[in-house]
Nanobody
Framework: QVQLVESGGGLVQPGGSLRLSCAASGSIFSIWDMDWYRQAPGKQRELVAGITREGVTTYADSVKGRFTISRDNTKNAVYLQMSSLKPEDTAVYYC???????????????WGEGTLVTVSS
C-alpha cells in the first residue's frame, strides 16, 4: 500500500509564508494526480491545488497568485508553497495522491493524515 507523510505546517503571522511537503512511500507502481485539500473548522474539505503527472496545475480561486503546487516525481513528493497567508487560510491541509500500488492493483486515492496551518497574529 501507499503511505503519505505530510510536514511543514505550523503557526505563521498574516502575510507570512509556509511550505508544505508530502512524501509517498511503500508499494508504489505509478502515481497520477497529486492534490492538496484543506478543511477549516466547521467547513467542508475543499480542493486547494492539484498537479498532474505531466505538471498541469489547478488552483482554487481563493489561493491563485499566492500558492504554488509542485511535485518531484523522482521522490514521489508534492509540495505547496504558500505565501501572503491570510487568517482564512487556517485549516488542516491534506495531501491526496492517486496511485496504483502494483501492476495488478486498482487505481486508488490515498490521503495523508493532515497538517495544521494556523495563520494568526
Amino acid at each position: 500500500q501507499v503511505q503519505l507523510v505530510e510536514s511543514g505546517g505550523g503557526l505563521v503571522q498574516p502575510g507570512g509564508s509556509l511550505r508544505l511537503s508530502c512524501a509517498a512511500s511503500g508499494s508504489i507502481f505509478s502515481i497520477w494526480d497529486m492534490d492538496w485539500y484543506r478543511q477549516a473548522p466547521g467547513k467542508q474539505r475543499e480542493l486547494v491545488a492539484g498537479i498532474t503527472r505531466e505538471g498541469v496545475t489547478t488552483y482554487a480561486d481563493s489561493v491563485k497568485g499566492r500558492f504554488t503546487i509542485s511535485r518531484d516525481n523522482t521522490k514521489n513528493a508534492v509540495y505547496l508553497q504558500m505565501s501572503s497567508l491570510k487568517p482564512e487560510d487556517t485549516a488542516v491541509y491534506y495531501c491526496k495522491v492517486v496511485a496504483r500500488a502494483n501492476l495488478f492493483s486498482e487505481v486508488v486515492a490515498y490521503w495523508g493524515e493532515g497538517t495544521l496551518v494556523t495563520v494568526s497574529s
